[in-house]
């Protein structure tokens, strides 16, 4: 309808698809597992999660489409006037709107409705500053801010409120408007109606407010494509395509172990604190013994346990559950951390329990933002959907870490390290440690061991088998996998076996995007740079039983 409103007042008016959208759905037809293909905002969110591992963003490759979209306006004076040029939409179209004037000089008056969107304004490092930062770009230009009065956004007031000084440093207040209008978050009469008045007046047009009478058209009538859709109707470069394209652009060389010995422990020392200032980990920097409270202890089952809270690091703390047999254990002490938490009550099934039954000592523990750290107690959607406890509690908490400077990944690889450094002063003396990484448990062990030589074994069981994998593959069934900012450029989960000092690696059933066990062909191939570097301290088994995982841990 606002395309047509502004057609019957004499405007050209480009309408495009942007990224997940339209004729760009690319989401379609999900593997069954995953039920049915989320709406938009949940496709966004499939790429914007994939995407920021070869380091771009959804906000970034929807702007890209509407400034080619601009580009092409340019192209056609024949009908365009080239110095009247605006740019419009709601909801995630405002943002674009608005992002698009930014980026492209050539937009002369911008009107963002209700403008936003839990990716569209969500960048690469994160969101409110950044945003403020690219919305600076777009004074004096005018721009109309459009609300609805009943749509509960009065967030919209203080961004106007922000960007009005810049106005007044170029003397173009009136350049700059914020309305509110009847009506919810929506593009409908009102709305459209007031973007019309704005662009009349800053393009001298006479055109009027009101909108006349409109009919739209069915929206098979104004498909561009046969089917619908420009995957199945015309193919061509899909958003996978393009992050694989970058992940190949970007991805460090892996060598061949050279034959003399000192080269070869240079260049893992190099690699290693490459990897570790990508996770933003300074290994070599003094830290303090951790404090820490005992907060309860429990005994049954031949076993005893100890709860424990542990600073990791000022205001953030860790849970931990210390399970020993009630006699001598033995062996270095295990440390386990899942991607779901520590064990919440006993049961002789779950592994740290079954691991120190058979005699070893067992700290379980939950790193920062899981198990009773977790605002949401684990809870989730589905990933094809707009998540919003994920990305509102989670994602955007991650992503923020990442702007920070220590990823959210590296920080729970942190808080292992952590732990072992008060494990060490409440025995007195330096301590040997197995970690044991069960899902997204495996990428945080796997890390504090690139970071910790005091890490005697590592074993991952059920973790994604490489980031490579993800990137090439349309679909996946993954969270919290994605949140170190270009990684690729530095290293993938299946180099880190090589770069972990002298420990002993055991991958056990390695996944794939969709968390299916791989097979150990493709495994093999996951793991072949790591292999020829670590020989024989690189185990990797797959296929393995539930009933079998006992036996091949104390092996």
């Keep these: 309808e606002f395309g047509l409103g502004l057609a019957e007042k004499g405007y050209v008016v480009v309408a495009l698809d942007p990224l997940g959208q339209g004729e760009r759905t690319y989401w379609n037809e999900p593997p069954e597992e995953l039920g049915a293909k989320g709406g938009p905002v949940g496709q966004h969110h499939y790429e914007l999660r994939r995407g920021f591992l070869v380091g771009r963003s959804l906000s970034g490759l929807r702007t890209r489409d509407g400034v080619r979209a601009v580009d092409y306006m340019l192209t ?9 040029i605006g740019v419009a939409g709601n909801s995630g179209g405002g943002q674009m709107a608005m992002l698009i004037a930014a980026c492209h000089e050539a937009v002369k008056v911008c009107c963002a409705a209700h403008p936003g969107g839990s990716c569209e304004n969500m960048y690469f490092r994160g969101g409110r500053e950044w945003d403020r930062m690219v919305m600076s770009l777009i004074p004096p230009r005018p721009l109309i801010w459009i ?18 000084p810049l106005y007044e440093v170029f003397g173009a207040t009136d350049a700059h408007k914020h ?9 409908e009469r009102p709305k459209r109606e007031a973007a019309y008045e704005w662009l009349n007046r800053w393009f001298g047009i006479n055109a009027g407010r009101e909108e006349g009478e409109i009919v739209a058209l069915e929206e098979q009538e104004l498909w561009c494509t046969d089917t619908g859709l420009a995957e199945t109707s015309i193919g061509g470069i899909m958003p996978w395509d393009l992050d694989a394209r970058l992940m190949r652009e970007m991805t460090p060389e892996r060598p061949a172990p050279p034959a003399d010995g000192a ?8 690699r290693r604190q490459s990897v570790l200032a990508k996770l933003g980990i300074d290994a070599d920097a003094e830290r303090l013994v951790p404090p820490a409270r005992e907060v309860g202890a429990w005994e049954g089952e031949g076993l005893r346990a100890r709860k424990l809270v542990v600073e990791a690091e000022r205001g953030i703390t860790i849970a931990a559950l210390v399970i020993e047999p009630v006699g001598r254990a033995s062996g270095d002490t295990i440390i386990h951390v899942a991607a779901s938490g520590k064990p919440q009550q006993y049961d002789p099934e779950l592994l740290p329990f079954r691991l120190a039954q058979a005699g070893r000592r067992v700290v379980s523990v939950d790193v920062r933002g899981r198990g009773e750290y977790d605002a949401e107690g684990g809870a989730v959607g589905r990933v094809v959907e707009y998540d919003r406890t994920q990305w509102a509690r989670r994602d955007t908490v991650a992503i923020s870490c990442a702007d920070a400077g220590r990823p959210i990944m590296g920080a729970r690889a942190m808080d292992l390290v952590t732990l072992m450094d008060y494990l060490d002063a409440e025995s007195g003396q330096r301590g040997r440690y197995e970690l044991i ?30 980031w490579a994998r993800l990137i090439e593959t349309k679909w996946n069934a993954l969270r919290d996998y994605f949140w ?10 299946s180099d880190l076996p090589a770069l972990a000092h002298d420990a002993r690696v055991s991958i056990i059933n390695p996944a794939d995007p969709m968390l299916h066990p791989l097979e150990a062909s493709a495994a093999a191939e996951d793991f072949d740079w790591a292999r020829q570097w670590c020989g024989d301290r690189l185990r990797i088994e797959c296929g393995v039983g539930e009933s079998e995982m006992p036996d091949l841990l104390k092996e």
């Design 484 to 493: 170190v900012p270009r990684a690729l450029e530095t290293f993938d989960l």
């Design 437 to 466: 990484g069960e899902e997204l448990g495996g990428a945080w062990v796997l890390m504090a061991s690139v970071a910790d030589e005091r890490v005697s074994s590592v074993t991952t069981i059920g973790t994604l088998s490489c």
């Design 147 to 164: 609300v609805g009065d009943q749509s509960g956004e009065s967030h919209h007031q203080g961004r106007f409120t922000w960007l009005q």
């Design 179 to 187: 309305e509110w209008v009847e009506g919810v978050h929506n593009m």
């Design 76 to 84: 056609r004076d024949d009908i365009i006037d080239p110095e009247r």
């Design 263 to 270: 080269q070869a422990q240079q260049f893992l020392a190099e």
